[in-house]
């Protein structure tokens, strides 16, 4: 076998090995695709209200309304003890708890938005 013969057979394995790996490619893409498709399906039957939890939530109401009572009641003592211990205190904490939940929501919103928009612009 001369030199040029086994530079073309080496050619043609390596030729047979990238389409190996371009159908693998091609493949990981189409499950990717169908599996999205079947996710902005099942995300396109839920609405809008099912994913505003909190919005409609009675703590988060509830949570509005002590924060307007300590707005429109300024504080004049002096918090003697912990300070764990102070209603302000805990409205403050459970405030910070209920923003990380509206941040969580809102990326929620942003994902069925965006699932819902790319199976539209899929089908048109």
Do not use: F
């Given at each position: 076998?001369?030199?040029?013969?086994?530079?073309?057979?080496?050619?043609?394995?390596?030729?047979?090995?990238?389409g190996?790996?371009e159908?693998d490619q091609?493949?990981?893409?189409?499950?990717?695709?169908?599996?999205?498709?079947s996710?902005?399906?099942s995300?396109?039957?839920?609405?809008?209200?099912?994913?505003?939890?909190?919005?409609?939530s009675?703590?988060?109401?509830?949570?509005?309304?002590?924060i307007?009572?300590?707005?429109e009641?300024?504080?004049?003592?002096?918090?003697?003890?912990?300070?764990?211990?102070?209603?302000?205190y805990?409205?403050?904490?459970?405030?910070?708890?209920?923003?990380?939940e509206?941040?969580n929501?809102?990326?929620?919103?942003?994902?069925?938005?965006?699932v819902?928009?790319?199976?539209?612009?899929?089908?048109?």
């Open positions: 076998m001369s030199l040029a013969d086994e530079l073309l057979a080496d050619l043609e394995e390596l030729g047979d090995e990238l190996d790996q159908n091609q493949e990981d893409q189409i499950m990717e695709a169908t599996e999205g498709l996710e902005a399906t995300l396109q039957s839920q609405s809008v209200v099912a994913l505003a939890q909190l919005a409609n009675d703590r988060l109401q509830h949570m509005i309304e002590l307007d009572t300590y707005l009641d300024p504080r004049s003592e002096r918090v003697i003890g912990p300070v764990e211990a102070d209603p302000e805990q409205l403050i904490v459970d405030s910070n708890n209920i923003l990380v509206i941040d929501e809102i990326s929620k919103w942003i994902h069925y938005v965006c819902v928009y790319a199976y539209t612009l899929i089908i048109c």
